[in-house]
Nanobody
Framework: QVQLVESGGGLVPPGGSLRLSCAAS????????MGWFRQAPGKEREFVAA????????NYADSVKGRFTISRDNARNMVYLQMNTLKPEDTAVYYC??????????????????WGQGAQVTISS
């Protein structure tokens, strides 16, 4: 069993930045690919970004390319999502997730094995 805990959400104005963090409680964190998803009210959960177990490969949704950066620190069991140039449409609950298929960068939520509880991100002036 893997526990994931997100932090770093909040309220920022349009154009601002936030960094989300996700702490994983597993000794084999380095074996998981990790992803970030988000869910806005009344909408389905959608893929944001993913990173391979090594951190060498990443994948992004078109809507966040060039603005968001996913990274990981395997020594600290952490994955991050740096979000810049935030827009009101980025408002959502953001979830981190772990995928046992370590090298893949899958975009479907059903592919992920473990989920955090979510962190609220609100972009508003």
């Amino acid at each position: 069993q893997v526990q994931l805990v997100e932090s770093g959400g909040g309220l920022v104005p349009p154009g601002g930045s936030l960094r989300l963090s996700c702490a994983a409680s597993t000794r084999i964190f380095y074996m998981y690919a990790m992803g970030w998803f988000r869910q806005a009210p009344g909408k389905e959960r959608e893929f944001v970004a993913a990173i391979s177990y090594s951190g060498l490969t990443t994948n992004y949704a078109d809507s966040v390319k060039g603005r968001f950066t996913i990274s990981r620190d395997n020594a600290r069991n952490m994955v991050y999502l740096q979000m810049n140039t935030l827009k009101p449409e980025d408002t959502a609950v953001y979830y981190c997730a772990a995928d046992l298929n370590a090298g893949s960068l899958r975009v479907g939520p059903d592919a992920y094995d473990y989920w955090g509880q979510g962190a609220q991100v609100t972009i508003s002036s």
